[in-house]
């Protein structure tokens, strides 16, 4: 079963589960998701 991604998601959790949205974040101005520091911070 696939999780829903909600605007509450963690970066962490998104990322582990689908390693290829890193390049869209990125892409899309949030170069932050690289961060240490931003691994427990929602995507909202």
Same mark, same amino acid.
């Given at each position: 079963m696939t999780k829903k991604i909600? #605007? #509450?998601t963690k @970066? /962490? +959790?998104l990322l582990s589960a689908n390693p290829d949205a890193a390049e869209i @974040?990125?892409?899309a101005g949030m /170069? &932050? &998701?690289g961060c240490p520091c /931003? *691994? *427990? +911070?929602s995507i909202e």
């Amino acid at each position: 079963m696939t999780k829903k991604i909600t #605007k #509450k998601t963690k @970066l /962490s +959790e998104l990322l582990s589960a689908n390693p290829d949205a890193a390049e869209i @974040l990125f892409d899309a101005g949030m /170069s &932050c &998701c690289g961060c240490p520091c /931003s *691994q *427990q +911070e929602s995507i909202e």
